[in-house]
């Protein structure tokens, strides 16, 4: 089983160096192979510049395989030679955008199922923003005010992106929904990763993660380690 990274935002940048580099680590060093998915980033058609910006930052950290994926909607992560490439990654990058566009593109789709035997065969999964909120069981859509069942791979948990700047301001309404969720604000150019001993996380990079369960919540500065559950 390969590890995760979920940042908050703002990824292609400053302190985000610090979990970017590690996470190329964890994938297997500066030859592993990286795909940027841009699905997220399609509805306003930045797809295009969003997966060349997130070329450009791997490279500039020293990666040499990089690719951005024309994977921008449903039918396309159904494209054979886009699930044959997510089989053969060692880091799959979701980029930020539009959560609904990119859960409702990855659902019950060949990518995804892809994306899943790649994290089981050990590549790294990584998510900023819509991409770490669609990772986890429940995601909020700002643009619907409604939450939405994501693709699970971080049960029981709901991330709030941006979390130093308006994330932070959607937990007041979704304690009182999610009761039994807990949530993580991630701050931009935050990332973490479950590189921790046995599995726990660890922050990385500017700002901090926020967990709120119910009435509860913990702050996490960089360096620091925690488990997700109170």
Request: net charge positive; proline share 5%; hydrophobic share 40%.
């Amino acid at each position: 089983m390969g590890h995760i990274l979920l940042a908050g935002g703002a990824e292609f940048s400053g302190r985000m160096a610090a979990p970017d580099r590690r996470a190329i680590a964890l994938a297997g060093g500066t030859k592993a192979r990286i795909s940027i998915v841009p699905a997220a980033a399609a509805p306003d058609n930045n797809h295009q510049r969003a997966g060349q910006n997130g070329v450009c930052w791997f490279k500039n950290l020293g990666a040499v395989n990089v690719s951005a994926l024309p994977l921008i909607d449903r039918k396309s992560a159904d494209d054979p030679a886009v699930v044959e490439a997510l089989h053969h990654s060692k880091m799959i990058y979701l980029l930020g955008g539009f959560p609904r566009h990119l859960a409702q593109s990855l659902a019950g789709s060949d990518s995804w199922q892809a994306i899943l035997s790649a994290h089981q065969s050990g590549a790294l999964i990584a998510g900023s923003s819509a991409g770490a909120m669609i990772l986890c069981d429940t995601y909020y859509d700002p643009h619907a005010k409604k939450t939405f069942g994501g693709l699970g791979l971080i049960p029981d948990a709901s991330v709030l992106p941006h979390h130093n700047t308006f994330g932070k301001s959607w937990a007041p309404k979704l304690i009182q929904r999610l009761a039994d969720v807990i949530l993580i604000g991630i701050d931009e150019q935050c990332g973490m990763l479950n590189d921790g001993p046995h599995g726990r996380w660890q922050v990385y990079g500017a700002g901090g993660v926020t967990l709120y369960k119910s009435e509860r919540q913990t702050h996490f500065a960089a360096g620091k380690y925690f488990e997700l559950n109170f």
